[in-house]
């Protein structure tokens, strides 16, 4: 009886509805401003008019206050993208708060600056990447000039096949002699282009076991390490690289100096 009622009900309100949108459509609302559609030549409805020919009567006047005004159609996308941005960030907020420890304390991850820091900006990047270079420098003159800031490198190689070759060296460094990471990070950062005998060069140079670095770089852990890092972003949306997470918040693209110290002002004065 109940399931009766409810269908019952149901049908009075769709045809409820459907008489005030007929009756809407004959008759002007003079109380309402916020849309005003004019249509010259749009054909008036009448009451024995088929269902299909008032549906089509209903197009009609549809397309042509768009004709009229295509500023609505553009405001509909504009709104459109809006939201999907906002349902996009929060998901990646939410995304972020969820796997903290593994974007800010990864063991595997290369850090730089101080261990406890304040600010903890983590940067994915592929050493190929004039940009990802350029924002390495900052980052560098950032650590210099503030001694609160943590850094978390994760090699984010997307540039092809000699740029996951610098990851696993960059990882395979850190894992052998962290100590002489840093160096070996710079001088993949300042290598153009990025070449075996290039690399091999830079290693011998640093003391390190060509041997010893070809056999981490094979392990599975640093494969593991690559995989997570290439998840981690794509989970993140990360479309291209440099991008960076600072205190929970995705900041896609490089920025500079200035740009980073304001960024880490605001966040303090937030707190």
Not at 50 to 70: A, D, G, R, V
Not at 83 to 100: A, C
């Amino acid at each position: 009886m109940h399931s009766i009622s409810s269908k019952i009900l149901l049908i009075i309100l769709i045809i409820l509805i459907g008489l005030f949108a007929y009756k809407t459509l004959h008759t002007p609302n003079p109380i309402s401003e916020t849309v005003n559609v004019t249509v010259n030549d749009a054909p008036p409805l009448t009451e024995t008019e088929s269902s299909s020919q008032f549906n089509e009567k209903i197009h009609t006047i549809i397309q042509e206050y768009l004709m009229n005004n295509p500023e609505v159609i553009i405001q509909a996308v504009e709104q459109f993208q809006k939201r999907k941005m906002q349902e996009m960030e929060s998901k990646v907020s939410g995304y972020i708060k969820d796997n903290k420890a593994e974007i800010e304390n990864s063991p595997s991850s290369p850090t730089l600056g101080k261990l406890d820091g304040d600010i903890i900006v983590t940067c994915f990047y592929d050493y190929n990447c004039s940009y990802c270079k350029k924002g390495d420098i900052f980052i560098t003159q950032l650590i210099k000039s503030d001694p609160n800031i943590k850094v978390i490198l994760k090699p984010f190689p997307i540039l092809g096949d000699s740029s996951i070759y610098a990851a696993k060296v960059a990882l395979a460094t850190y894992k052998i002699a962290p100590e002489k990471f840093n160096t070996v990070h710079n001088g993949l950062m300042d290598m153009k282009p990025i070449s075996k005998e290039a690399v091999e060069k830079l290693l011998l140079d640093n003391g390190l076991d060509l041997s010893k670095v070809e056999d981490e770089m094979d392990s599975r852990e640093l494969q593991n390490t690559i995989a997570n890092n290439i998840k981690l972003a794509q989970n993140l949306k990360i479309q291209g690289v440099p991008a960076y997470v600072i205190n929970g918040k995705l900041i896609p693209g490089m920025v500079d100096l200035n740009q980073l110290k304001k960024m880490i002002v605001d966040i303090r004065a937030e707190r």
